[in-house]
């Protein structure tokens, strides 16, 4: 009899003990996100299904906007009193909002939004997404949120070292991406005191992460400025700034069209002139409309009082041939006119002196004059040049030298001895 009491009473703890354990499980489930409602009729499971930060990394000061999904997946409705995030780093724009949230039904998502503020401090922070229920139990979600200083990067790759007054030169800009996100809306804006671009703005767009783009502005300047380009951009809803300054300052330097000529000859030809030389381009861009005249106290004659050239590429020539007339002028003004890329008009003037005429029914310099009738032969008679190492007799040597190869030919060939065989017999 006392055996039988030993077992039921063995039989009733371990049912205890069960029941125990069941709560337990019970509430450790409730703790990780699972609610039972007061009536029993079913338990109601609470997930997160999605985290959205914009923008994905924040800069200094920056806001943005928190996003976080939930979904019941359960079989029957819960009660959630207010939604919040906690954090001592990242501080929360509308805390308040979601003090109050209400009943979410079995297999129904709700959607919370928070806007954050970074501070000053860069690295890496845990705001809590927090999720209070009514009747029991909570939830808290950390939720990763980098602050990185790092902007757009923005360099000057091709500039020309110094500008001239009302001349377009181009700057080509190098804007880049070092962040890990991509940032939007990046607008650049030259600024300048008397300064002129092609473009008052260029809009290059999204720069995704380690991405470079590069653009050319054209600028004209009309006086020694410092030249800025403002580069904005967006990272979220952020607007930043970035920006690189040019200096601009005037000197001298050739990197138009620079013309020079050479091999100039002047000859006289009936009452006038005739100029014949090589124009060359040797500066760094094309002179086109190229042409060539005379100035006063010249003047421009038939047959070619204007030589159009026409376009010259760098390090390009053309020949010329000029006919003018020029009584009583010691030199006599040469000048090219030619155009630019921007059709701007350029004119050098180049002196020829007018005293190294020679006249083209004359002989040139080096040979002899002699009067109409007289035998204009060298003393070498025919064959023979005119003197000196000239007077060698041309045409008999040549005539020996012939003789002397056919001899040793033919006597190679045996000729010779057959011919000395047949005056012997």
């Not at 929360?92 to 939004?113: C, H, I, M, R, S």
Request: charged residues 15%.
């Amino acid at each position: 009899m006392i055996i039988h009491t030993t077992s039921k009473n063995r039989r009733l703890l371990f049912s205890l003990l069960l029941a125990a354990l069941l709560v337990l499980a019970g509430t450790c489930t409730t703790a990780s996100g699972q609610e039972t409602t007061g009536s029993g009729s079913g338990t109601a499971q609470v997930a997160i299904t999605g985290v959205t930060l914009d923008p994905a990394i924040f800069m200094q000061g920056d806001e943005g906007t928190l996003t976080v999904q939930i979904r019941n997946s359960g079989t029957s409705s819960v009660s959630i009193n207010r939604a919040d995030v906690l954090s001592p780093d990242i501080r929360v724009v509308n805390y308040q909002t979601y003090d109050k949230v209400g009943t979410l039904g079995a297999g129904n998502e709700l959607t919370f939004t928070f806007v954050l503020k970074a501070g000053g401090t860069e690295g890496t922070f845990f705001p809590i997404f927090y999720l209070d229920f009514t009747s029991a139990g909570s939830m808290r979600y950390p939720v990763p949120v980098r602050v990185d200083t790092t902007g757009i990067l923005v360099s000057v790759i091709k500039c020309p070292e110094v500008f001239s007054e009302g001349e377009r030169d181009e700057i080509t800009l190098s804007v880049s991406n070092p962040r890990d996100n991509p940032v939007n809306s990046v607008t650049i804006v030259p600024t300048g005191a008397g300064i002129t671009a092609s473009q008052t703005s260029l809009f290059i767009g999204t720069l995704k992460p380690d991405e470079e783009k590069q653009v050319t502005f054209g600028i004209t300047p009309g006086q020694p400025a410092d030249l800025v380009f403002e580069v904005s951009y967006r990272n979220g809803p952020n607007l930043h700034q970035e920006s690189v300054t040019v200096p601009v300052t005037f000197g001298d330097r050739r990197i138009g069209a620079d013309l020079v000529i050479n091999n100039v000859a002047v000859k006289s030809a009936g009452s006038g002139l005739t100029i014949t030389g090589d124009v060359t381009n040797a500066g760094l861009k094309d002179a086109r409309s190229v042409m060539v005249t005379v100035g006063e106290p010249a003047r421009p004659s038939d047959p070619n009082p204007v030589w159009v050239v026409g376009t010259l590429e760098p390090d390009d020539f053309s020949s010329f041939e000029v006919s003018c007339t020029a009584q009583g002028a010691g030199t006599i003004p040469l000048i090219i006119s030619y155009r630019d890329e921007e059709g701007r008009t350029y004119r050098e003037t180049f002196s020829v002196s007018a005293r190294t005429s020679v006249s083209e029914n004359s002989p040139v310099a080096g040979t002899r004059q002699v009067p109409a009738g007289m035998n204009t032969r060298g003393p070498g008679g025919i064959f023979m040049f005119g003197s000196g190492l000239g007077q060698v007799p041309v045409i008999p040597i040549i005539v020996v030298i012939i003789a002397a190869i056919a001899g040793i030919v033919a006597w190679r060939k045996g000729y010779v001895q057959r011919i000395r065989d047949r005056f012997r017999k």
